[in-house]
């Protein structure tokens, strides 16, 4: 069950609602203890219902756990239902409890529900966009937008240009993740014809689009000062370009016929999106 639940998402998450409460901290916003912890426990919530539904939804034909059997498959999928629509229910009582208590403001209760309806939309049919090609691109959408524009909003009240600002090139790093993570689950992925993004692209386009995104992310990160925020605030960004240039520099060999280092290349393509955010997080954070 722990496995069903994908912790290093769950810990991107949090990684990222922290840098959210961080940007809201460094632009003099007092630190709501309570409506902080609220929200963090929202958001996994989410994420963690996001990876359920997942697993209700998915074919027949798929296994959940190695040596099940047809019984023990359909009782682990009526758990998980359960589960994450009691989850739905909790994120939906406590936002309830927030307003109540500190008044949840028009953007707090727009990223909310844009958490819920990503959540449904990736899994549960008729929408299913997880086997359609743009399950990675709602994966990224909402640990690396959503969650962190929870976190802010919570704090701060309302939106800010620099958060916009930031968020977008992470959630483009945080597809360029995702998109690594199908290269490694390709084969499977023909095995029973899931509709992944890697799929719909093809190899021969995939790669170059992965090249892409990471170029485009560190351009828009580059960019920032233009929007008349100092440098300084976006540098920690820029340490982890070793790791992105040796990321692009490892798929582009494997899409050259050579032999894959499959773990080398995840831990590279994590190690880009999860110390950018936090190492952003901490620059907020310290000052």
Avoid: C
């Amino acid at each position: 069950m722990l496995k069903l639940t994908h912790p290093l998402r769950l810990l991107l998450a949090a990684l990222t609602y922290l840098l959210g409460a961080s940007i809201s901290a460094y632009l003099g916003k007092p630190l709501l203890v309570t409506p902080f912890i609220l929200g963090l426990v929202m958001t996994l919530l989410a994420q963690t219902s996001m990876s359920f539904l997942r697993e209700v939804f998915r074919p027949h034909n798929e296994v959940l756990i190695d040596g099940e059997t047809p019984q023990q498959k359909e009782t682990i999928r009526n758990n998980l239902l359960y589960i994450a629509v009691g989850m739905i229910g909790t994120i939906g009582g406590t936002a309830f409890i927030i307003h109540l208590n500190f008044t949840l403001t028009l953007p707090s209760f727009l990223f909310l529900l844009s958490s819920i309806l990503l959540v449904l939309v990736y899994s549960i049919p008729p929408f299913h966009l997880v086997n359609r090609g743009f399950g990675e691109l709602i994966l990224a959408l909402h640990i690396a937008y959503i969650i962190p524009s929870i976190g802010f909003v919570l704090q701060a009240g309302e939106t800010s240009r620099l958060l916009t600002l930031l968020l977008l090139p992470l959630t483009v790093l945080a597809l360029a993740y995702f998109l690594i993570g199908n290269f490694i689950t390709f084969p499977e992925d023909q095995k029973y014809e899931r509709g992944t993004l890697l799929r719909r692209l093809t190899w021969e386009r995939a790669v170059p689009f992965h090249h892409s995104l990471v170029v485009f992310a560190y351009l828009m990160f580059a960019l920032v000062p233009l929007f008349g925020f100092a440098f300084n605030l976006v540098a920690p960004a820029f340490l982890t370009l070793p790791f992105a240039i040796f990321q692009i520099f490892q798929l582009r060999s494997i899409g050259e016929g050579n032999p894959p280092n499959w773990r080398l290349l995840t831990s590279t393509a994590l190690a880009v999106f999860g110390l950018t955010t936090y190492f952003l997080t901490l620059t907020f954070w310290l000052r």
